[in-house]
Antibody, heavy 123, light 107 residues
Framework: EVQLVESGGGLVQPGGSLRLSCAGS????????MDWVRQAPGKGLEWVGR??????????EYAASVKGRFTISRDESGNSLYLQMNSLKTEDTAVYYC??????????????WGQGTLVTVSS | DIQMTQSPSSLSASVGDRVTITCRAS??????LAWLQQKPGKAPKSLIF???SLQSGVPSRFSGSGSGTDFTLTISSLQPEDFATYYC?????????FGQGTRLEIK
């Protein structure tokens, strides 16, 4: 069974930093694209960024709203995905989900989701 | 970015009803369209990919159709556990974007 477990959320001041983790199990982590998606309180879903799989050198893509501030990486020795968030803004307050992506005719869609971790940016 | 617009934004229905939610993309996305279900306080759950293919374990009362810019999600006979918020999402290009959601409530 695929399991994704996020951790690392909490309260941080504007301008601060936080690192989220996502631990995967039940599948070969390095074979899969992995994404971060967030949801502000009472709002809809917003894609944050992606880490491609090992054959694609774990290359990354980011949403314009976080590019230059957030960095996605992986633990190559294990089954973990990270989201390093710097220069945090109040509008980054959200539940952050990690999601596994699956290929469908050369495009990737989310097929499994973690339970999410809440990040609150406030003074 | 491709804009995804769902209608209606909310919907009241009864157990046993047939309901349809529509999703329109601001430009053609072929069939690279997914539907997700989210219950309050829970993570999203993937229901449908490639516009009409059911994820493993999703009941057959859920179905999807469409291609290009116009898509639909249909629930043939609502069950109590289906009352939730539904999102469409394209994955044709970067960035993947979501519709604003359709909240399905009990009448």
């Amino acid at each position: 069974e695929v399991q994704l477990v996020e951790s690392g959320g909490g309260l941080v001041q504007p301008g601060g930093s936080l690192r989220l983790s996502c631990a995967g199990s039940g599948f070969t982590f390095s074979d899969h694209y992995m994404d971060w998606v967030r949801q502000a309180p009472g709002k809809g879903l917003e894609w944050v960024g992606r880490s491609r799989n090992k054959p694609n050198s774990y290359s990354t893509e980011y949403a314009a709203s976080v590019k230059g501030r957030f960095t996605i990486s992986r633990d190559e020795s294990g089954n973990s995905l990270y989201l390093q968030m710097n220069s945090l803004k109040t509008e980054d307050t959200a539940v952050y989900y990690c999601a596994r992506s699956i290929v469908n005719t050369a495009r990737y869609y989310f097929d499994s989701w973690g339970q999410g971790t809440l990040v609150t940016v406030s003074s | 970015d491709i804009q995804m617009t769902q209608s209606p934004s909310s919907l009241s229905a009864s157990v046993g009803d047939r309901v349809t939610i529509t999703c329109r993309a601001s430009q053609g996305i072929s069939n690279y369209l997914a539907w997700l279900q989210q219950k309050p306080g829970k993570a999203p759950k993937s229901l449908i990919f490639a516009a009409s293919s059911l994820q493993s374990g999703v009941p057959s009362r859920f179905s999807g159709s469409g291609s290009g810019t116009d898509f639909t999600l249909t629930i043939s006979s609502l069950q109590p556990e289906d009352f939730a918020t539904y999102y469409c999402q394209h994955y044709n290009s970067y960035p993947p974007t979501f519709g604003q959601g359709t909240r399905l409530e009990i009448k």
